[in-house]
């Protein structure tokens, strides 16, 4: 199945939210960091950190919502979809299937956000040098960071009939995200909604002389038991009746 998932994807339109993702991201941070020019003379660091802001807030959650959502999209408008959905094994091999898709399609957004940053330092910008090699850590750690978030819209698309409900529900999550990532008491919390984890990759005060290797070791632990947990519990939750029971009535 998994290859066949592979196949699809030579004709699928979630190509374009994967190229779209970044590009909107760059394209937001190039904008904050020419409106900050005035004040701060542009740099690696300033273009960088404003398009991390903006990918890791709302543009990358709401893709990862997108490509769930058009993913299943696929399936549950297609004429297999009534064997799949009352077939355990086939419907475990889809959920193994699925997963795996979003999450190379996810790493491909990552790669894309760095070539885009890249490209416009060096063709907008014509900045010096290279960029900080912490942004291909921060990268890996934001594809590993958003893997509660992949499951979660992966069991929310599965849930509702409507594609776009889980990419609203997403996008709640994200302004959620956003306001408690302002309370500093707050720090615990954000890592039970699975659009903080994401916020959590890169530090409060992004610059170039961060010791991003300090900053994953001072979140590590909680991240981990965090993507444990929502892994855990949501893996088991679609494959337990009351999902099959609900996709069965649909």
């Not at 058009?70 to 997963?99: D, Y």
């Not at 491909?108 to 956000?113: R, S, T, Y």
Request: proline content about 5%; charged content about 10%.
């Amino acid at each position: 199945m998994l290859r066949a998932e592979l196949l699809k994807l030579n004709r699928s339109p979630v190509w374009v939210i994967t190229i779209l993702t970044p590009l909107i991201a760059v394209a937001i941070g190039t904008y904050t960091a020419l409106h900050i020019s005035a004040n701060t003379p542009l740099s690696w660091e300033s273009l960088t950190a404003m398009t991390l802001r903006a990918h890791i807030y709302y543009v990358y959650p709401i893709g990862i919502a997108s490509l769930s959502a058009a993913i299943l999209a696929m399936e549950i408008n297609g004429p297999n979809w009534t064997f799949i959905r009352t077939s355990s094994q086939t419907f475990i091999q889809l959920v193994a299937a699925k997963l795996f898709v979003v999450i190379l399609l996810c790493l491909n957004i990552q790669g894309l956000l760095i070539v885009g940053i890249i490209s416009v330092g060096k063709l907008l910008f014509h900045f010096e040098g290279i960029l900080d090699l912490n942004v291909l850590n921060i990268a890996v750690l934001m594809l590993f960071n958003s893997l509660p978030l992949v499951i979660f819209q992966l069991w929310l698309s599965f849930w509702f009939t409507n594609p776009f409900n889980p990419i609203v529900l997403c996008t709640f999550g994200c302004a959620l995200s956003y306001w408690i990532q302002e309370i500093p008491s707050s720090y615990p919390i954000r890592f039970i909604i699975p659009q903080s984890l994401i916020s959590e990759s890169i530090p409060a005060q992004y610059n170039t002389s961060i010791d991003i290797v300090s900053h994953i070791q001072n979140n590590i632990l909680l991240v981990l038991i965090s993507i444990i947990l929502f892994t855990v519990f949501f893996i088991l939750y679609i494959l337990t009746s009351p999902l099959k029971d609900h996709l069965n009535r649909r």
